[in-house]
């Protein structure tokens, strides 16, 4: 039962945190600057998430040509930069690094 209970307050807690977000943002007026600096707060963190697993495999740094998830990251982030279509870049860098193993 105490798991429930957990469970059921983390929920709230994520939905009270959220709505008051909402709710403030919604009565106040947001700073320009900071509108356009909430702009990079998603790709941050999704390299804050990716990099690690790219640069450091197996829990050390791995900037040699044998790291394949690094080779099939930048092949990915060239195909980003070049095409700007998110559904290319993703099928690439997973195409490349499912090659890239295969062929180690």
Same mark, same amino acid.
């Given at each position: 039962?105490?798991?429930?209970?957990?469970?059921?307050?983390?929920? %709230?807690? @994520? #939905?009270?945190?959220?709505?008051?977000?909402?709710?403030?943002?919604?009565?106040?007026?947001?700073?320009?600057?900071?509108?356009?600096?909430?702009? #990079?707060?998603?790709?941050?963190?999704?390299?804050?998430?990716?990099?690690?697993?790219?640069?450091?495999?197996?829990?050390?740094?791995?900037? @040699?040509?044998?790291?394949?998830?690094?080779?099939?990251?930048?092949?990915?982030? %060239?195909?980003?930069?070049?095409?700007?279509?998110?559904?290319? @870049?993703?099928?690439?860098?997973?195409?490349?690094?499912?090659?890239?193993?295969?062929?180690?």
């Amino acid at each position: 039962m105490s798991i429930w209970l957990v469970m059921l307050a983390g929920g %709230l807690l @994520t #939905f009270a945190m959220r709505f008051s977000l909402v709710f403030l943002f919604g009565e106040l007026q947001v700073p320009a600057v900071l509108q356009r600096s909430l702009r #990079f707060v998603p790709p941050a963190v999704l390299s804050a998430i990716i990099l690690p697993d790219l640069l450091m495999p197996l829990g050390r740094m791995d900037l @040699t040509s044998g790291n394949e998830r690094m080779l099939a990251g930048l092949l990915a982030a %060239l195909v980003a930069w070049r095409t700007r279509n998110v559904l290319l @870049t993703i099928a690439l860098g997973m195409g490349a690094l499912v090659v890239l193993q295969r062929l180690a």
